[in-house]
């Protein structure tokens, strides 16, 4: 079946720019997560929707970071006045449920900001 | 919050050598611990997990040991393979993550 998919796969932006980055999940599953990876570290969580309500948005780094999800399957991560700082690939995984359930990955977005 | 720490960064090891990947937490209260095999240009992709209900784990050429006492659980690789160099992700709690260690099997 289809897996975790990702859109745009690349993404170039000027700074203060607005961007959108959109995450289809494996169709059923109800928990949803944001991570963002940058080069050589490990993914950093940004936040985590169980169906439509962010159930923990504590990785968000600053409120120009969004992220909603409003009818439990397609997730959009919003980032207003981009700045350089924000350039890394944006990660998105699913799973069944919450809790400890296998997480499935998308290939990311590859966010440049110049 | 949960912070996990992994050792080492880069590992390079001979084809059919054995690969040993260690991560320290340090919330008590942890009870997942999933790793990652990321290869280029993709996401990670889960190649084992535990449960501190148990100690180890093991699948094929693949283990994973938890010691909850110490707080610290780690990776085994037997019988490497050149397709096995990647980079591996700890994680504990789910969402998180080690730096990652940049695994690489000399033919």
């Known amino acids: 079946g289809a897996g975790v998919s990702q859109t745009p796969s690349n993404k170039v932006t000027e700074k203060g720019k607005y961007v959108e980055l959109r995450c289809d999940p494996i169709s059923g599953h109800t928990a949803l997560y944001w991570y963002r990876q940058s080069l050589g570290q490990g993914p950093e969580f940004l936040i985590y929707?169980?169906?439509?309500?962010?159930?923990?948005d504590s990785g968000l780094p600053n409120d120009r970071f969004f992220a909603v999800r409003p009818e439990g399957s397609v997730s959009t991560l919003k980032i207003q006045r981009t700045e350089r700082g924000d350039s890394a690939v944006y990660l998105c995984?699913?799973?069944?449920?919450?809790?400890?359930?296998?997480?499935?990955f998308g290939p990311g977005t590859r966010l440049l900001v110049l | 919050g949960e912070n996990v720490e992994q050792h080492p960064s880069t590992l390079s090891v001979q084809e059919g050598d054995s690969a040993v990947i260690k991560c320290t937490y340090s919330d008590s209260a942890s009870n997942y611990f999933p790793w990652y095999k990321q290869e280029l240009g993709k996401g990670p992709q889960l190649i084992i997990d535990i449960r501190s209900n148990v100690g180890e784990k093991k699948d094929q050429r693949i283990a994973v040991t938890l010691n909850k006492t110490a707080k610290h659980f780690s990776l085994h690789i037997t019988e490497t393979q050149p397709e096995d160099s990647a980079v591996y992700f700890c994680a504990a709690q789910v969402m998180r993550f080690g730096a990652g260690t940049r695994l690489t099997v000399k033919p």
């Open positions: 929707f169980q169906g439509t309500g962010a159930a923990d």
């Open positions: 995984a699913s799973s069944l449920a919450g809790g400890g359930e296998t997480q499935y």
